[in-house]
């Protein structure tokens, strides 16, 4: 049912009459206390919504009347099981904030067993309604109350040729600019939230340009002026620029392999072989995303928390702007997305080109510039960033560490875990375990027995594995910072399979029944037993078939054989296969996790441990199989979360569908030019590349491919026992995990019932405690990165998301995502414009402030703690044990 708001009150206005408990007598008497009483309610609901009345007329918003029309509506007896059956599903939730879990629980521990509910407290009655029309009609998460509906707007335009033609324009615009920069340390990027607003004016433009010329066909209008830019008409166009907010993973495939500093393979830079790789590795994961809808869309509790930025953008430019004091604050979402654009647009200069030494804050090496200890802890170039103000730029403090965007324990887990991963990487280093004090301490580099960069092409023979030129010249060695991270890669796999199987296994079992299901019953809705909100205004839409997914990986995976056996890549056609049930094994827990915590994993280290245990030597299948495993299970996410946009906005699901398809082509081709010119670039990928063109991800997957390609695991293992260890401990660790936060608890209230309500508050402050994040956190905070790029997004994330948040809700509400989309939109426009007008053909500032980051040995290279013996002249074992 579609209301206004008159309507909306007056519906309301009319059930709470209809439950006045007096006689009829006195009409008139009751209709001025019914109009009173609605009028409480409404203030009473816009209040516990935190949503104020507007500062021109003290009216409410069309949410307000919305929900408290459900609220009259909702039957006790109906809210009771409601609130009962959501409290229970949210048991593990924490994004379900606590303040509200105790409401609940209170509300709940008021109706006695037995008792009659009408009897119960007034303020408990209203409250328990409350609830259950939260669960039932929106959200019991504020962030997703912030940035969606209660309701669907469906007298509006959806998918318009407007659509296709603006977002196809901006899916190649922000294709190339992410690209181009994607080799850069750290990366500039040109993302869906800074394209969310360069779309808008392009939406109203042709809005009120266009004539209304068009035509009636079987009772529908085509025109070239479909009316409004609306809500829907942005967020679809949006969606379809998400696909472009990350560069094709084969692009570092292909830079590895042409390159002379890396492979030198010509032929890799043949355009057809290109276009085939990335069309096989893009959209085979479409294939898998059948069954992640069950667990990762549909799901109330897989809430996404990186898809609220997006949403928000496109509430503040397109939802009507309210006159209204948030906390003294009466600015629109609009205009304070234009301020802080334009602040941030402008003080990007000062750091990445006025004054350098804001972006890079390394001053404690300035105290002593010379000294090797105090720039190995404490240096942001070359050391580990142990420097309480490492910047002052955004976008290098928020490099690995999205403030916002990411839930508080998860920022702060995460935090932690990439601290402690430091203090092991000083451990090793100073203690010259596996002879990382020859090596520069936190490099991504693969290095040789003598300290120089290991040059692969000394050990290969027709792209082979040359076993008497390798014990010629050397075995590779990693750094500290790459022993570390590579070990908790390889925990993390068996890790997060078993815990989150184990703390979410009724979610994955559902979503595979239901899966068999679907395939038993074709023609049965995909929302068949969905009672959430989202879910049943879904239900108007025709859904995507199942097999659509499955026609499309079936395509690819022909398409995948054709590229095996066409070009040279020397990849058995059985690997694919292998591949594919790789991820099926995976891509659940994976995309749960993500969906929870806004924390992504990847399987591209396994893929290639497994291929280098299959195919010895063999560097370009697992640098093939590498690239399935990972755009795989990623596109399969992409898709997802797109889903769940879809989801969240009650667009049509077949509109995604098609948009993302063909917005994944236009990416890959643009990305795929665009390589062609960054091939010719002079210097690309050297460590002093004066862009900062230094190629991070291109270096470490080259690395990899070398270690666990060329050289081999066996070899690898060999040399660095304690990693194959670590797939145990990972396992152990889930397990031991999910005992402490699950099974203990509950063992222990069973045995001190007297104390099962200090044990079960205890027990929930431990599962805020992530293991997974913490470990993620090792990985995605060294080699190259150090703790430059997160420490800065830590303070901000306790800001905005601890102080602000929780004293502040209804401004964070209004304002936070707005805030973090407009300063990154800033910086990506500014960081375009300084790199052209100023770097490409480099009109440098020599000053103080722009060389005093480099002056000193952790711009220059940090000499490594231990000394080459004269005696032999390398370090390490001799090729006997090689």
Known sequence: MKLNVIDAAKHAKDLWMKQDPRDEEDESDVQAEVVEIEEQLIEWMANKLGIPPSDKDGGYPLEVHFMAEKLAEMPIDKALELVKTNYAYHDHDNNFRHEYRMEVKSVLEAFGEGEDPEKEDPDNLILLR??????????????????????????????????????????????????????????????????????????????????????????????????????????????????????????????????????????????????????????????????????????????????????????????????????????????????????????????????????TFNWMTWIAPNNADLA???????????????????????????????????????????????????????????????????????????????????????????????????????????????????????????????????????????????????????????????????????????????????????????????????????????????????????????????????????????????????????????????????????????????HYAHLPPRSIFWLQIWATLVNGVVCLGVIQFQLGLENLCDADNKLKFTCPSETTFFTASVAWGVIGPKKMFNKYPVMKWMFLFGAGAGLFFYVVQVTLPKFLAKWWPKHAEKIDYYRRKCLYFNPLIFVVGIIDGWAPYNLTYKVGGLYLAILFNGYIKGRYLAWWRKYAYVMEAAIVTGIALSGIIIFFSVQYNPKDLDWWGNNVIGDGVDGSGIPPNKKIPEDPGFFGPDSSQW
Not at 220 to 225: G, I, Q, S
Not at 433 to 460: C, E, H, M, Q
Not at 476 to 482: E, K, L, T, V
Request: contains cysteine.
């Open 376 to 646: 190995i802890v404490t240096g942001s170039i070359g050391g580990l960033g142990f420097n309480p103000i490492p910047t002052f730029d955004w976008n290098q403090a928020t490099a690995n560490l999205a403030p916002i965007t990411l839930p508080l324990y998860t920022s702060i887990t995460g935090f932690c875990g990439s601290l402690f991963g430091g203090l092991v990487i000083l451990a090793l280093y100073y203690s010259n375990n596996s002879w990382t004090g020859y090596i520069p301490i936190n490099s991504n580099r693969l290095f040789d027995n003598k300290g120089k960069a290991f040059n692969v092409t000394r050990i290969l023979t027709n792209y082979r594995f040359d076993r008497e030129k390798y014990l010629a010249y050397s075995t590779p060695y990693y750094s500290a910072g790459n022993l570390v991270l590579y070990s908790a890669f390889f925990a993390v796999y068996t890790f997060s399979f078993v815990y989150t199987t184990l703390m979410d296994w009724r979610a994955m079992r559902d979503a595979i029944v239901d899966t068999a299901k679907a395939i038993r019953y074709i023609h049965r809705s995909n929302y068949h037993g969905r009672v959430d909100p989202y879910s049943r205004y879904m239900k108007k839409h025709k859904e995507v078939p199942d097999w659509w997914f499955y026609l499309t990986m079936l395509i690819m995976f022909v398409l995948a054989i054709v590229l095996v056996e066409v070009w040279p890549v020397d990849t058995p056609v059985w690997s694919i296969v292998f591949v594919m049930g790789l991820v099926a094994v995976f891509i659940v827990p994976f995309t749960v996790f993500v969906s929870y915590t806004a924390t992504s994993l990847s399987l591209n280290v396994l893929a290639e441990l497994i291929i280098g245990y299959a195919l010895p030597g063999r560097f370009m299948a697992l640098n093939l199989i590498k690239a399935l495993s990972v755009q795989i299970a990623q596109q399969a996410e992409n898709y997802t979360s797109d889903q769940k946009l879809t």
């Open 130 to 359: 409350y609830w259950a029309v939260i669960f039932h009609w929106w959200s019991p998460y504020p962030e997703v109350r912030s940035v969606t509906d209660p309701y669907d707007e469906t007298d509006t335009t959806v998918e318009t040729w407007r659509v296709w033609v603006l977002g196809t324009i901006w899916v190649a615009i922000s294709a190339f600019v992410n690209q181009f920069f994607s080799v850069r340390l750290p990366a500039i990027s040109l993302d869906a939230s800074v394209c969310q607003l360069l779309l808008y004016p392009c939406g109203r433009f042709l809005q009120y340009v266009l004539p209304d010329w068009g035509f009636s066909f079987r009772g529908r209008r085509y025109t070239l002026n479909p009316g409004v830019w609306s809500q829907k008409e942005q967020l679809l166009a949006t969606i379809m620029v998400s696909c472009a907010a990350g560069t094709p993973y084969i692009t570092s495939n292909i830079i590895t392999q042409a390159l002379p500093s890396f492979y030198n393979q010509d032929w890799a830079a043949n355009y057809g072989y290109q276009f085939v790789f990335m069309l096989v590795t893009q959209m085979m994961g479409f294939g898998m995303a059948g069954l992640l809808k069950r667990v990762a869309v549909y799901p109330v509790k897989a809430m996404w928390p990186s898809l609220l930025p997006t949403l928000a953008v496109n509430k503040a430019l397109l939802a009507p702007n309210r006159k209204e004091s948030i906390n003294g604050w009466k600015i629109s979402r609009y205009t304070f997305f234009m301020i802080m654009f334009v602040v941030s647009f402008l003080y990007f200069w000062v750091p990445n080109y006025l004054m350098n030494f804001l972006q």
